[in-house]
């Protein structure tokens, strides 16, 4: 079974920058679609979004649009997410996932890592 294992996370500003990264256990990753989430503190977790490992497409949920992007490094087994213009509303765990169809559900996606906590002060 995949492991995956979130890093990155911080305390920053608003406005600043971060970049988080998941790093899976193994490379045979092509069939999957890796994919972000994040809980704020007291509210449901929220679908951030997703990248096919095959072909680098990504889909990002409408709240974090122009603001997040997702890469990949498939050498390095590892997906980012950039978050650009962090506001305090940002202020979450992060967690990714796996998924083995395209799919913006929750329920689609398997193999959470345990999170990294970012945090955004006013």
């Known amino acids: 079974q995949v492991q995956l294992v979130e890093s990155g996370g911080g305390l920053v500003q608003a406005g600043a920058s971060l970049r988080l990264s998941c790093t899976a256990s193994q490379r045979s990753l092509l069939p999957y679609f890796l994919g972000w989430s994040r809980q704020a503190p007291g509210k449901e977790r929220e679908f951030v979004g997703y990248?096919?490992?095959?072909?680098?497409?990504?889909t990002l949920a409408n709240s974090v649009q122009g603001r997040f992007t997702i890469s990949r490094d498939s050498a390095a087994n590892t997906m980012y997410l950039h978050m650009n213009n962090l506001k305090p509303e940002d202020t979450a765990v992060y967690y990714c996932?796996?998924?083995?169809?395209?799919?913006?559900?929750?329920?689609?996606?398997?193999?959470w890592g345990q999170g990294t906590q970012v945090t955004v002060s006013s």
């Open positions: 990248i096919s490992w095959s072909n680098g497409w990504t």
């Open positions: 996932g796996l998924s083995p169809i395209e799919t913006m559900s929750l329920a689609g996606f398997r193999s």
